[in-house]
């Protein structure tokens, strides 16, 4: 069973800064690519960030230059770095894992719980 866990939400004051964390459990033989995506009240889940094994980012244009995605490869982990929040930052952060169980298997998606981030104006 694959689980991941993100932990490092909060609430935070405009201009502030959070780092998320998401762990990768279980049976993995490869995690490729992880990322986060983000959820507001009333509107549909959107990619924020996108990070592959190699290191090769892609960001929503709404969080470039504020927000940095990084990985840990050894420990099958993904951080959320996010600088200059503003409050059109609140919204649930899913951290999302395209799993592979062994070297012939098919890609699996999972998805964390959820954390919240609220940035207050």
């Known amino acids: 069973q694959v689980q991941l866990v993100e932990s490092g939400g909060g609430l935070v004051q405009a201009g502030g800064s959070l780092r998320l964390s998401c762990a990768a459990s279980?049976?993995?033989?490869?995690?490729?690519?992880m990322g986060w995506y983000r959820q507001a009240p009333g509107k549909q889940r959107e990619l924020v960030a996108t990070?592959?094994?190699?290191?090769?980012?892609n960001y929503a244009d709404s969080v470039k230059g504020r927000f940095t995605i990084s990985r840990d490869n050894a420990k099958n982990t993904v951080y959320l770095q996010m600088n200059s929040l503003k409050p059109d930052d609140t919204a649930v952060y899913y951290c999302?894992?395209?799993?592979?169980?062994?070297?012939?298997?098919?890609?699996?998606?999972?998805w964390g719980q959820g954390t919240q981030v609220t940035v207050s104006s």
């Open positions: 990070i592959i094994t190699g290191g090769s980012t």
């Open positions: 279980g049976s993995i033989f490869s995690i490729n690519p």
């Open positions: 999302n894992g395209h799993v592979r169980l062994n070297g012939i298997s098919p890609t699996y998606n999972y």
